[in-house]
C-alpha cells in the first residue's frame, strides 16, 4: 500500500516533466531556429525571389521597371554575347573541373603514401585555397603580365620561345591562362578532401586486392575508385558550383576581354546590372545559372543515395 | 648491389605501414617525391613571386637584363611605406577585420542556435530544415549580388559596414549550421539526458553541456567563417562606394591600379598584408581548418 503511494508520488513530477518536454519542444526548436530563419528568409529566400522577378522587369539602376515577361530572355537568346559567355562558362567549368579532379586525385593519392612531415604538406598545400581568391588572381596577374612575365623570361632563357607570350591579351591564350589561375586554386580542396576520403579506405581491402593478384592499375580502378566515388560526387558538385560561377579571377585578370574571350555568366551579369545600370537583365543572366545549378545539386544528390545505400541503405 | 641494401632497408622499414615495403625507394621517388615537389613547386610560387615583387625596388623590377628576377639584390620597404601611409590601406584592414569578425560572430551564434535545434530538439519538420538549410548553402553569391544590392539601396545601408555584415551571413550561417549539426551530431544524447534529469532546461543544456563539449567544432566554423568572409569579394564591390569603406580585396584592386601604371611592387605588398591575417590564423588552427572542410563536405 505504502509502496504504491511511494510509486504514484515518484512518478507524478516525472511525467509532468517528460509531457512538458515534449509540448516545448517545437515551441522551442522554433524559437532556436528563428534567428538563423530570419537572416536566411530576409537575406537569401526575398533576394533569390525578387531576383526573378527582376529578370522578368526592365528595372534600371535609378528607376523602378515593370513587367515586361520573357523579354529579357528573348533579348539574351538572341544577344551573341550571351551565347558566347554561355560557351565560355560551359568551357571554363568542363576543362577546369577535369583537370581540377584529375591533379586534385592524383596529389590526394601521393599525400596518401607514408610520407615524411605529412602533415606539414597538407597544411602548406591547403594555401592557395586560404589566401583570398582576388589577392592571390593579383599575383597571377602579375605572373601573366605581357612584358614582365616570369613565364615568358624563364621560357626565353631556357631557348623555348624567343618573345614573350601576351598571356591575356589573345582570346585562346587568355582562356587558357584564367582556368590555369583557377585550377591552381582548386586543386588543394580536391586534394585535401579526397584524401580524407581515402584515409577512410580500410588497408585490408588493398591487401585482399594484391592476394587475389591485383596489379597497381587494377587496385585503384576496383577498390579506390568505387569506395570513394560518392566523395568524388559531393566535392565535385561543390567544385562545379563555385567553378560556374566564378567571378573573381575574371574580375581581376581580364574584365571578361579580350573580346569577351574569358567573360563568364556571372562577370557579365555583373558588368550588364551594375556599371552598366540594366538591373534586370543582368538578374536575367544570373538566374539563366540556375538550371545549371540545379544539375549539379542532382547530381551530389544521386551521389549521396549511394554513400548510403553502401552503409547498408539506413535512411 | 646498392639495389639489395635499399631493399632490405624498405623491407626492414616495412612493417611499419601497410604494403609500403613493396615499392622500393628509386620507384618511390620516381612516383612520389617527384611529383610532389613539382606540386609544390606550382602552387607555392606565386606566394614566393608576390613576396619578392613586394620588396623589389621599381628599378630592379622592370630590368631584367641586369637583375635577375627571381631574385632581390637591393630590398626595399618604400612599397610597403607607401601602402601603408600614402593609401587607406590602413582603413581598409580595418573595415575588412570589423565586417569579418561581425560578420563571423552573428553567424557563429546563430548556427549554434539553428543547428542544435535541428539536430536534437528535433522539432516535426527538423529533417526537411536540414535539408533546406543545406541547399541554401548552395546559392551563389553571383545570382543574389543584384537583388540584395537594390535591398542594400532601399535599407539605407548602401555605403557602410552593417550592409556587409548583414549580407556575408546568407553565406555563412548554412555552412556553419551545417557543419556544427555534424559536430552535435557526435555528442552522446545521456550527456544531455542526465542533464535534464538534474533539474537543467534546454538553455542550460545547451551553455553548460553541448557548447563546451563542441569548442572544437565552434573553432571549425568559426575559422572558415572568418576565412570566407575575409575572401568575400563580390558583395563588397557592389555595395561600398567610398575608398575609405572598401575591404582589401576590393580597395587593393580598385584603388591600387590606375590607369596606366600598375604599381606593381605595393599591388604585391597589399596582396600580401591582405593575406597574412588570414594565413596566420590558418597556420594556428590547421587541423580544425581541415576538418571543417572535409566535415562539411561528407556529412
Wanted: charged share 10%; with cysteine.
Amino acid at each position: 500500500m505504502s509502496q504504491t503511494a511511494q510509486l504514484v508520488l515518484r512518478r507524478a513530477p516525472r511525467r509532468g516533466g517528460f509531457s512538458r518536454f515534449i509540448e516545448n519542444r517545437n515551441v522551442l526548436g522554433l524559437i532556436f531556429l528563428l534567428p538563423a530563419a530570419a537572416f536566411l528568409l530576409i537575406f537569401l529566400t526575398y533576394p533569390l525571389g525578387l531576383g526573378v522577378w527582376l529578370g522578368f522587369t526592365d528595372t534600371q539602376i535609378g528607376r523602378a521597371g515593370s513587367f515586361v515577361g520573357l523579354d529579357n530572355y528573348r533579348y539574351l537568346i538572341g544577344d551573341n554575347v550571351f551565347r558566347l559567355v554561355v560557351f565560355n562558362t560551359i568551357l571554363y567549368t568542363v576543362v577546369a573541373s577535369v583537370i581540377k579532379f584529375a591533379l586534385g586525385l592524383w596529389l590526394a593519392l601521393i599525400l596518401n603514401e607514408k610520407l615524411p612531415f605529412k602533415a606539414f604538406f597538407r597544411a602548406i598545400i591547403l594555401l592557395p585555397w586560404v589566401v583570398p581568391t582576388v589577392l592571390s588572381a593579383i599575383a597571377f596577374w602579375w605572373i601573366y603580365d605581357a612584358q614582365f612575365s616570369i613565364i615568358s623570361y624563364s621560357l626565353i632563357h631556357l631557348g623555348l620561345i624567343d618573345h614573350p607570350i601576351n598571356f591575356l591579351g589573345d582570346p585562346t591564350l587568355a582562356r587558357g591562362s584564367v582556368i590555369a589561375a583557377n585550377i591552381w586554386r582548386g586543386i588543394p580542396f580536391v586534394a585535401i578532401t579526397l584524401l580524407a576520403g581515402l584515409q577512410t579506405i580500410s588497408p585490408s581491402l588493398y591487401e585482399a586486392a594484391t592476394l587475389d593478384g591485383a596489379n597497381g592499375w587494377q587496385r585503384f580502378r576496383h577498390v579506390t575508385l568505387p569506395m570513394l566515388t560518392p566523395i568524388i560526387a559531393v566535392v565535385m558538385t561543390f567544385s562545379v558550383i563555385f567553378t560556374f560561377t566564378d567571378f573573381q579571377l575574371i574580375y581581376v585578370l581580364t574584365r571578361g576581354g579580350p573580346v569577351n574571350a574569358t567573360h563568364l555568366l556571372a562577370t557579365l551579369s555583373f558588368q550588364r546590372a551594375i556599371p552598366g545600370g540594366h538591373l534586370g537583365e543582368g538578374a536575367a543572366i544570373a538566374i539563366s545559372m540556375i538550371p545549371f545549378l540545379l544539375a549539379a545539386i542532382m547530381f551530389s544528390y544521386f551521389g549521396m543515395q549511394r554513400r548510403r545505400w553502401q552503409q547498408g541503405g539506413r535512411d | 648491389m646498392a639495389q639489395t641494401t635499399t631493399s632490405a632497408v624498405v623491407a626492414v622499414r616495412g612493417d611499419e605501414g601497410g604494403m609500403d615495403y613493396l615499392t622500393k625507394l628509386p620507384r618511390r621517388v620516381v612516383t612520389i617525391y617527384l611529383p610532389l615537389a613539382v606540386f609544390l613547386f606550382v602552387l607555392l610560387f606565386p606566394f614566393y613571386w608576390m613576396t619578392i615583387t613586394a620588396i623589389k625596388p621599381n628599378h630592379e623590377l622592370t630590368d631584367y637584363q641586369h637583375f635577375s628576377p627571381f631574385w632581390v639584390v637591393h630590398p626595399t620597404l618604400e612599397h610597403i611605406k607607401y601602402l601603408l601611409f600614402d593609401t587607406d590601406y590602413p582603413a581598409w584592414l580595418w573595415n575588412t577585420m570589423l565586417v569579418t569578425v561581425g560578420s563571423t560572430v552573428i553567424s557563429v551564434i546563430v548556427s549554434v542556435l539553428a543547428a542544435y535545434s535541428i539536430e536534437r530538439l528535433r522539432f516535426s519538420g527538423s529533417r526537411t530544415v536540414g535539408l533546406v538549410i543545406f541547399l541554401a548553402y548552395l546559392v551563389p553569391p553571383s545570382i543574389l549580388f543584384i537583388p540584395l544590392a537594390l535591398m542594400v539601396f532601399k535599407l539605407g545601408l548602401y555605403d557602410s559596414e552593417w550592409a556587409l555584415i548583414l549580407t556575408y551571413p546568407t553565406f555563412l550561417i548554412p555552412f556553419c549550421t551545417w557543419l556544427l549539426m555534424g559536430y552535435f551530431r557526435t555528442i552522446p544524447f545521456e550527456l544531455e539526458e542526465c542533464a535534464l534529469m538534474d533539474g537543467a532546461n534546454r538553455w542550460q543544456i545547451l551553455a553548460k553541456v553541448i557548447l563546451p563539449l563542441s569548442v572544437p567544432g565552434l573553432i571549425s566554423a568559426g575559422i572558415f567563417a572568418f576565412t570566407l568572409s575575409w575572401n568575400e569579394f563580390i558583395y563588397a564591390l557592389t555595395f561600398i562606394q567610398s575608398s575609405e569603406n572598401k575591404t582589401v580585396p576590393v580597395g587593393v584592386l580598385t584603388e591600387l591600379v590606375r590607369s596606366d601604371v600598375y604599381e606593381w611592387g605595393s599591388l604585391m605588398a597589399g596582396a600580401l598584408f591582405g593575406s597574412l591575417p588570414v594565413v596566420i590564423l590558418y597556420s594556428f588552427f590547421v587541423d580544425y581548418y581541415v576538418s571543417s572542410m572535409t566535415g562539411a563536405v561528407k556529412e
